[in-house]
Each structure stands twice: as structure tokens, then as C-alpha cells.
């Protein structure tokens, strides 16, 4: 009898996208010690990017890159506001 063997295929760059993504973003919450998750969220996006370029798990790279931009805009728009707000 004949095994057969399935592998089933994965995309590590997608889900190390989701991780550095959910990560990035849920420290980035925390103020003062968020801007040193700046790393992890251009890294999720990055990840995320190479991620897509396969044709399975395309929605775990998509999300890397929602929540690194999330995080990025989240940090960045804040800061903005502050100041526009301080220039009144």
C-alpha cells in the first residue's frame, strides 16, 4: 500500500506579518513605551508585502499591513494633532 504525503502549504512571511502586526499594535497602545514597537510596525508591513506575493494566506498578509498601518497612523496622526492643536 502506498503512503501518500500531503504538505500543506504555508506563508511564514503572512503570518510573521499578523504576529509583528497584533504585537506592534497592542504595545503601541501604551504611551511612552509604544514608539519603541516603530521597528515591528514597518516591519509588519514589509513582511506583509513579500507575504502577498504568494497566492495562499493573502488575508493574514493583508492584515500585517492593516495593523502596521494602523499603528503608524495612530502614532504619527496623534503627534500631528497635538501640534496643530498646540499651534491655535
Do not use: C, D
Request: charged share 10%; glycine share 14%.
Amino acid at each position: 500500500m502506498h503512503e501518500i504525503i500531503v504538505e500543506k502549504e504555508s506563508n511564514g512571511m503572512a503570518v510573521t506579518a499578523l504576529v509583528l502586526g497584533i504585537v506592534g499594535l497592542v504595545i503601541g497602545l501604551i504611551p511612552f513605551i509604544g514608539w519603541f514597537m516603530l521597528p515591528l510596525w514597518f516591519l509588519a508591513i514589509i513582511f506583509g508585502l513579500i507575504g502577498r506575493t504568494k497566492h495562499y494566506q493573502r488575508g493574514m498578509a493583508n492584515a500585517g499591513i492593516i495593523l502596521g498601518l494602523i499603528a503608524v497612523i495612530y502614532k504619527f496622526g496623534f503627534w500631528v494633532l497635538i501640534f496643530y492643536l498646540g499651534s491655535l
